[in-house]
């Protein structure tokens, strides 16, 4: 990301099946870097759960429910910058 955006080295893309799930992938993200004394500079949506962005500054993440990720393709939308895929659900 870095070579399209100031703000950002990564991003960070994954989904839940729905809020509920996405909120306990947020909040496991959220407790694992703080046992490695990494904070969070930002969450935003984790209420709602629909679309979750912790923000570690170099670092992004986006934690989807499946209808939000596809409404908002933050894949397409930055397109032009490498990814790379670890794992995908069923």
């Excluded at 509920?20 to 992938?25: A, W, Y």
Aim: proline share 3%; glycine share 6%; with cysteine.
């Amino acid at each position: 990301m870095s070579d399209v955006v100031s703000y950002t080295d990564h991003f960070v893309i994954c989904s839940g099946r729905n809020p509920r799930q996405t909120q306990g992938i947020a909040a496991e993200i959220r407790e694992a870097l703080k046992r490695d004394r990494i904070i969070s500079r930002n969450i935003d949506g984790e209420r709602q759960g629909d679309w979750i962005l912790l923000d570690y500054l170099d670092v992004i993440v986006h934690v989807f429910t499946p209808d939000a990720r596809s409404f908002y393709r933050l894949e397409s939308l930055w397109g032009e910058v490498p990814s790379e895929s670890y794992a995908q659900g069923a």
